[in-house]
Protein backbone atom coordinates (compact mmCIF):
# COMPACT_ATOMS: atom_id res chain seq x y z
CA UNK A 1 0.00 0.00 0.00
CA UNK A 2 1.51 3.47 -0.76
CA UNK A 3 -1.30 5.79 -0.13
CA UNK A 4 -2.17 4.82 3.61
CA UNK A 5 -4.15 7.83 4.69
CA UNK A 6 -6.33 7.38 1.21
CA UNK A 7 -5.93 3.62 0.46
CA UNK A 8 -8.90 3.99 -2.73
CA UNK A 9 -5.88 5.28 -4.67
CA UNK A 10 -3.95 1.99 -4.95
CA UNK A 11 -7.08 0.58 -6.02
CA UNK A 12 -7.17 -1.06 -9.76
CA UNK A 13 -9.26 -2.83 -11.84
CA UNK A 14 -8.22 -4.57 -15.20
CA UNK A 15 -10.40 -5.70 -17.87
CA UNK A 16 -9.31 -6.03 -21.50
CA UNK A 17 -6.75 -4.32 -21.83
CA UNK A 18 -7.96 -1.35 -19.53
CA UNK A 19 -6.98 -0.42 -16.64
CA UNK A 20 -9.17 1.57 -14.18
CA UNK A 21 -7.69 3.52 -11.32
CA UNK A 22 -9.45 6.31 -9.12
CA UNK A 23 -9.04 9.68 -10.40
CA UNK A 24 -6.05 12.16 -8.57
CA UNK A 25 -5.78 15.75 -8.33
CA UNK A 26 -2.69 14.84 -10.88
CA UNK A 27 -5.36 14.23 -13.45
CA UNK A 28 -7.75 16.77 -13.13
CA UNK A 29 -5.79 18.92 -15.93
CA UNK A 30 -5.58 16.49 -18.23
CA UNK A 31 -9.27 14.96 -17.67
CA UNK A 32 -10.51 18.16 -17.58
CA UNK A 33 -8.93 19.25 -20.96
CA UNK A 34 -10.24 16.31 -22.76
CA UNK A 35 -13.41 16.08 -21.70
CA UNK A 36 -16.00 15.34 -24.55
CA UNK A 37 -18.78 17.70 -25.49
CA UNK A 38 -21.53 15.85 -25.43
CA UNK A 39 -20.71 14.36 -22.04
CA UNK A 40 -23.45 16.39 -19.66
CA UNK A 41 -22.62 17.82 -16.32
CA UNK A 42 -24.45 18.91 -13.24
CA UNK A 43 -26.90 21.85 -14.89
CA UNK A 44 -26.93 23.36 -11.43
CA UNK A 45 -23.29 23.69 -10.64
CA UNK A 46 -22.40 27.70 -10.34
CA UNK A 47 -21.76 29.72 -14.02
CA UNK A 48 -19.94 32.61 -14.14
CA UNK A 49 -20.81 35.51 -16.17
CA UNK A 50 -18.22 35.88 -19.60
CA UNK A 51 -15.81 32.59 -18.59
CA UNK A 52 -14.96 30.50 -20.96
CA UNK A 53 -17.29 28.00 -21.58
CA UNK A 54 -14.63 25.01 -21.79
CA UNK A 55 -13.16 26.48 -18.41
CA UNK A 56 -16.37 26.30 -16.82
CA UNK A 57 -16.51 22.48 -18.08
CA UNK A 58 -13.31 21.61 -16.76
CA UNK A 59 -13.89 23.47 -13.39
CA UNK A 60 -17.40 22.02 -13.04
CA UNK A 61 -15.47 18.73 -12.95
CA UNK A 62 -12.90 20.06 -11.02
CA UNK A 63 -14.99 21.18 -8.19
CA UNK A 64 -17.07 17.46 -8.24
CA UNK A 65 -13.47 15.86 -7.74
CA UNK A 66 -13.05 18.20 -4.66
CA UNK A 67 -16.73 17.70 -3.36
CA UNK A 68 -17.13 14.07 -3.63
CA UNK A 69 -13.55 12.95 -2.00
CA UNK A 70 -14.56 15.60 0.53
CA UNK A 71 -17.24 14.83 1.83
CA UNK A 72 -16.99 10.09 1.39
CA UNK A 73 -18.62 8.45 3.30
CA UNK A 74 -19.06 4.83 3.70
CA UNK A 75 -22.59 6.03 3.36
CA UNK A 76 -22.64 7.99 0.48
CA UNK A 77 -19.42 7.70 -1.96
CA UNK A 78 -18.72 8.59 -5.54
CA UNK A 79 -15.34 7.66 -7.21
CA UNK A 80 -14.06 8.62 -11.07
CA UNK A 81 -11.54 6.33 -12.61
CA UNK A 82 -9.31 7.31 -15.05
CA UNK A 83 -9.68 4.64 -17.69
CA UNK A 84 -6.22 4.17 -19.67
CA UNK A 85 -5.43 1.87 -22.26
CA UNK A 86 -1.65 1.32 -23.58
CA UNK A 87 -0.75 4.02 -20.84
CA UNK A 88 -2.78 6.74 -22.52
CA UNK A 89 -5.98 8.12 -20.82
CA UNK A 90 -9.45 7.14 -22.62
CA UNK A 91 -12.11 7.78 -20.75
CA UNK A 92 -13.44 8.07 -17.36
CA UNK A 93 -15.83 5.54 -15.21
CA UNK A 94 -18.07 6.26 -11.76
CA UNK A 95 -19.46 4.45 -9.56
CA UNK A 96 -21.72 5.76 -6.81
CA UNK A 97 -23.02 4.71 -3.71
CA UNK A 98 -25.82 6.70 -1.71
CA UNK A 99 -27.42 5.20 1.04
CA UNK A 100 -25.10 2.19 -0.12
CA UNK A 101 -24.63 0.35 3.37
CA UNK A 102 -28.52 0.26 3.44
CA UNK A 103 -29.72 0.39 -0.04
CA UNK A 104 -26.75 -1.57 -1.59
CA UNK A 105 -27.27 -0.06 -4.57
CA UNK A 106 -24.64 1.83 -7.08
CA UNK A 107 -25.17 4.10 -9.85
CA UNK A 108 -22.82 4.54 -12.59
CA UNK A 109 -21.95 7.54 -15.42
CA UNK A 110 -19.09 7.51 -17.64
CA UNK A 111 -17.35 9.10 -21.10
CA UNK A 112 -15.12 7.66 -23.77
CA UNK A 113 -12.89 10.20 -26.22
CA UNK A 114 -14.20 10.07 -29.45
CA UNK A 115 -11.84 8.20 -30.75
CA UNK A 116 -12.24 5.30 -28.42
CA UNK A 117 -15.40 4.65 -29.11
CA UNK A 118 -17.90 1.88 -30.65
CA UNK A 119 -15.18 -0.72 -29.49
CA UNK A 120 -16.61 -2.41 -26.86
CA UNK A 121 -14.45 -0.25 -24.53
CA UNK A 122 -17.87 1.54 -22.50
CA UNK A 123 -19.27 -2.06 -22.10
CA UNK A 124 -15.66 -3.25 -20.68
CA UNK A 125 -15.19 -0.28 -18.21
CA UNK A 126 -18.88 -0.61 -17.01
CA UNK A 127 -18.11 -4.26 -16.13
CA UNK A 128 -15.14 -3.59 -14.19
CA UNK A 129 -16.54 -1.27 -12.01
CA UNK A 130 -19.92 -3.52 -11.97
CA UNK A 131 -17.61 -6.32 -10.61
CA UNK A 132 -16.28 -4.23 -7.59
CA UNK A 133 -19.83 -3.57 -6.88
CA UNK A 134 -21.04 -6.90 -7.62
CA UNK A 135 -17.93 -8.97 -5.83
CA UNK A 136 -16.15 -7.02 -3.21
CA UNK A 137 -18.67 -4.38 -2.54
CA UNK A 138 -21.49 -7.05 -2.17
CA UNK A 139 -23.92 -4.93 -3.93
CA UNK A 140 -27.91 -5.89 -4.42
CA UNK A 141 -28.59 -4.05 -7.71
CA UNK A 142 -27.03 -1.12 -10.17
CA UNK A 143 -28.93 1.83 -11.32
CA UNK A 144 -28.61 3.64 -14.48
CA UNK A 145 -30.51 6.35 -16.46
CA UNK A 146 -29.85 7.64 -19.83
CA UNK A 147 -31.68 10.22 -22.13
CA UNK A 148 -34.15 8.30 -24.47
CA UNK A 149 -31.60 9.13 -27.33
CA UNK A 150 -28.26 8.51 -25.80
CA UNK A 151 -28.06 5.32 -27.50
CA UNK A 152 -24.43 4.02 -26.56
CA UNK A 153 -25.40 4.77 -22.91
CA UNK A 154 -28.14 2.59 -23.41
CA UNK A 155 -26.90 0.38 -25.20
CA UNK A 156 -24.21 -0.60 -22.73
CA UNK A 157 -26.73 -1.01 -20.20
CA UNK A 158 -28.57 -3.50 -22.20
CA UNK A 159 -25.71 -5.78 -23.35
CA UNK A 160 -25.08 -6.24 -19.98
CA UNK A 161 -28.25 -7.13 -18.62
CA UNK A 162 -29.82 -4.20 -17.02
CA UNK A 163 -33.63 -4.39 -17.21
CA UNK A 164 -36.10 -1.44 -18.16
CA UNK A 165 -37.14 0.30 -14.51
CA UNK A 166 -39.24 3.05 -15.60
CA UNK A 167 -39.00 6.59 -17.31
CA UNK A 168 -39.38 9.86 -16.42
CA UNK A 169 -40.00 13.21 -17.65
CA UNK A 170 -36.84 15.66 -16.78
CA UNK A 171 -36.02 19.00 -17.76
CA UNK A 172 -32.98 18.65 -20.43
CA UNK A 173 -30.67 21.89 -21.07
CA UNK A 174 -30.33 22.32 -24.58
CA UNK A 175 -29.02 24.77 -26.97
CA UNK A 176 -32.19 26.32 -26.97
CA UNK A 177 -32.95 26.45 -22.82
CA UNK A 178 -34.33 24.12 -21.01
CA UNK A 179 -37.35 21.74 -22.40
CA UNK A 180 -38.99 18.59 -21.22
CA UNK A 181 -37.34 14.92 -22.38
CA UNK A 182 -37.27 11.23 -21.66
CA UNK A 183 -34.75 9.52 -19.13
CA UNK A 184 -34.58 5.99 -19.42
CA UNK A 185 -34.04 4.24 -16.49
CA UNK A 186 -32.81 0.57 -16.00
CA UNK A 187 -31.45 -1.92 -13.59
CA UNK A 188 -29.35 -5.09 -13.09
CA UNK A 189 -29.98 -7.11 -10.28
CA UNK A 190 -27.21 -9.25 -8.63
CA UNK A 191 -28.90 -12.95 -9.34
CA UNK A 192 -28.76 -11.74 -12.75
CA UNK A 193 -25.23 -10.33 -12.81
CA UNK A 194 -23.74 -13.75 -11.70
CA UNK A 195 -26.34 -15.49 -14.20
CA UNK A 196 -24.19 -13.97 -16.84
CA UNK A 197 -21.28 -14.08 -15.00
CA UNK A 198 -20.43 -10.60 -15.80
CA UNK A 199 -17.75 -10.06 -13.80
CA UNK A 200 -15.59 -12.74 -15.44
CA UNK A 201 -11.72 -11.47 -16.66
CA UNK A 202 -12.07 -8.43 -14.20
CA UNK A 203 -9.46 -8.20 -12.12
CA UNK A 204 -9.47 -6.24 -8.95
CA UNK A 205 -6.32 -4.90 -6.97
CA UNK A 206 -5.72 -3.22 -3.55
CA UNK A 207 -9.66 -3.27 -2.57
CA UNK A 208 -8.73 -4.95 1.28
CA UNK A 209 -7.45 -1.56 2.42
CA UNK A 210 -10.39 0.31 1.16
CA UNK A 211 -12.86 -1.85 2.77
CA UNK A 212 -13.14 0.50 5.93
CA UNK A 213 -14.03 3.71 3.67
CA UNK A 214 -17.14 1.18 2.38
CA UNK A 215 -18.34 0.29 5.86
CA UNK A 216 -17.23 -3.39 5.06
CA UNK A 217 -15.34 -4.89 8.22
C1 LIG B 1 -21.58 5.99 -23.34
C2 LIG B 1 -20.21 5.61 -23.89
C3 LIG B 1 -19.18 5.62 -22.75
C4 LIG B 1 -20.31 4.17 -24.44
O1 LIG B 1 -19.11 3.79 -25.01
P1 LIG B 1 -19.03 2.98 -26.41
O2 LIG B 1 -17.64 2.75 -26.75
O3 LIG B 1 -19.86 3.72 -27.37
O4 LIG B 1 -19.74 1.63 -25.97
P2 LIG B 1 -19.52 0.15 -26.50
O5 LIG B 1 -18.92 0.13 -27.87
O6 LIG B 1 -18.83 -0.63 -25.46
O7 LIG B 1 -21.03 -0.40 -26.54
C5 LIG B 1 -22.10 0.37 -27.00
C6 LIG B 1 -23.32 -0.53 -27.14
O8 LIG B 1 -24.41 0.30 -27.55
C7 LIG B 1 -24.80 -0.08 -28.87
N1 LIG B 1 -25.07 1.14 -29.64
C8 LIG B 1 -24.25 2.16 -29.88
N2 LIG B 1 -24.85 3.08 -30.65
C9 LIG B 1 -26.10 2.61 -30.88
C10 LIG B 1 -27.20 3.10 -31.61
N3 LIG B 1 -27.16 4.28 -32.27
N4 LIG B 1 -28.33 2.37 -31.63
C11 LIG B 1 -28.40 1.20 -30.97
N5 LIG B 1 -27.37 0.66 -30.26
C12 LIG B 1 -26.24 1.39 -30.21
C13 LIG B 1 -23.63 -0.83 -29.44
O9 LIG B 1 -24.04 -1.68 -30.48
C14 LIG B 1 -23.15 -1.61 -28.20
O10 LIG B 1 -24.01 -2.66 -27.85
P3 LIG B 1 -23.79 -4.21 -28.36
O11 LIG B 1 -22.47 -4.64 -27.84
O12 LIG B 1 -24.94 -4.96 -27.76
O13 LIG B 1 -23.79 -4.19 -29.85
C15 LIG B 1 -19.75 6.58 -25.01
O14 LIG B 1 -20.62 6.48 -26.09
C16 LIG B 1 -19.66 8.03 -24.57
O15 LIG B 1 -18.63 8.47 -24.08
N6 LIG B 1 -20.75 8.85 -24.78
C17 LIG B 1 -20.73 10.28 -24.41
C18 LIG B 1 -20.88 10.49 -22.91
C19 LIG B 1 -22.18 9.89 -22.39
O16 LIG B 1 -23.23 10.09 -22.95
N7 LIG B 1 -22.08 9.12 -21.29
C20 LIG B 1 -23.22 8.43 -20.70
C21 LIG B 1 -23.99 9.28 -19.79
S1 LIG B 1 -23.08 9.61 -18.30
Known sequence: MTNRYWPLFDLRLHVDDLELRPMTEADQELVASTLPADLELDPSATTYAGEDPHITRGRIMHQAYWKYMGTWTPKA????????????????????????????????????????????????????????????????????????DNHASLGVSRALGYLPNGESLESRHGADGESPDTMVHLRLVRRDWLERRGGDGVRIEGFDACRMLFGLD
Not at 106 to 132: E, I
Open 77 to 148: WRVTFVVSRQGAMIGAQELEGNDFTMLRTVDTASFLLPAARGQGHGKAMRRAVLALAFGPLEAQAAITEAWH
